[in-house]
């Protein structure tokens, strides 16, 4: 069974820093491409970020690019998501999702784990 453990949620100011975790386990992590996926209320559902646990592949939507990073640590089967330069805009919950793809092209997160609060305050 896919699970996702999120983690890392909180509250911090604008321009402040938060680290979200993720662990996976159930699958075979290097079958899989795992990322974050936010809900803002009020808002559509984005797909923030991807990584491919294979090659390390990654994707960033343009809302991200440049202040987020995802990685992972297959010896742990876990996926962080440093998030910098945080503007209010960002609050939502962050869930943790996995898809069985060896990249992240066309990624959508099959498996979705609990959500992590995050919020930005101005």
């Known amino acids: 069974e896919v699970q996702l453990q999120a983690s890392g949620g909180g509250l911090v100011q604008a321009g402040g820093s938060l680290r979200l975790s993720c662990a996976a386990s159930?699958?075979?992590?290097?079958?899989?491409?795992i990322g974050w996926i936010r809900q803002a209320p009020g808002k559509e559902r984005e797909g923030v970020s991807c990584?491919?646990?294979?090659?390390?592949?990654?994707y960033y939507s343009d809302s991200v690019k440049g202040r987020f990073t995802i990685s992972s640590d297959n010896a742990k089967n876990t996926v962080y998501l440093q998030m910098n330069s945080l503007k209010p805009e960002d609050t939502a919950v962050y869930y943790c999702?996995?898809?069985?793809?060896?990249?992240?092209?066309?990624?959508?997160?099959?498996?979705w784990g609990q959500g992590t609060l995050v919020t930005v305050s101005s």
């Open positions: 999702a996995a898809e069985e793809v060896p990249s992240c092209t066309n990624w959508a997160g099959d498996y």
């Open positions: 159930g699958f075979t992590f290097d079958d899989y491409a």
């Open positions: 990584i491919s646990s294979s090659d390390g592949n990654t």
